[in-house]
């Protein structure tokens, strides 16, 4: 069975385009903009799947729907909004669409402070990740429970 960890000190997290392509996979019709505080005003622009962080404080929103405007105050209502928000914790590092993302961007699935890698445990087996400051490392056997 294959499963990804990250293998370096950061954390586990896919690049903007690796991101947009999994959600493809999914089914998941996505609207992805670059948001920015400021004050009490957020400023959002639309960006597409050429889009690189060039740094780790950049926040970059993935929504269900596209904004009505660009620029929205803390005093707004925003119950609008609806985030994707795809879960990489446990048995879903083992996601057969995850996987093939990985395997198809290689290296270009990796942001700034990640380093994905598949590894492979038998199958059958349970699994647990164990991290360090973002680096992974994985217990796999039968019967493990919980950590």
């Given at each position: 069975m294959k499963i990804i960890l990250n293998k370096c000190f950061g954390g586990f997290e896919l690049s903007h385009v690796a991101y947009l392509y999994l959600c493809e996979l999914k089914g998941i019709d996505v609207h992805s903009y670059l948001a920015e505080s400021k004050d009490d005003t957020y400023h959002f622009k639309k960006i597409d799947k050429s889009y690189k962080k060039s740094n780790v404080f950049e926040c970059v929103w993935y929504l269900k729907n596209e904004l009505p405007k660009m620029e929205l105050s803390l005093e707004e209502n925003w119950?609008?909004?609806?985030?994707?928000?795809?879960?990489?914790?446990?048995?879903?590092?083992?996601?057969?669409?995850?996987?093939?993302?990985?395997?198809?961007?290689?290296?270009?699935?990796?942001?700034?402070?990640?380093?994905?890698?598949?590894?492979?445990?038998?199958?059958?087996?349970?699994f647990i990740i164990h991290e360090n400051d973002g680096f992974e490392s994985v217990v796999y056997g039968q019967n493990l429970g919980k950590a």
């Open positions: 119950d609008f909004l609806e985030h994707i928000d795809l879960d990489f914790d446990g048995a879903n590092r083992a996601d057969l669409d995850l996987i093939r993302t990985v395997e198809i961007f290689g290296e270009a699935a990796n942001p700034i402070y990640s380093k994905l890698t598949i590894v492979e445990i038998p199958d059958g087996n349970d």
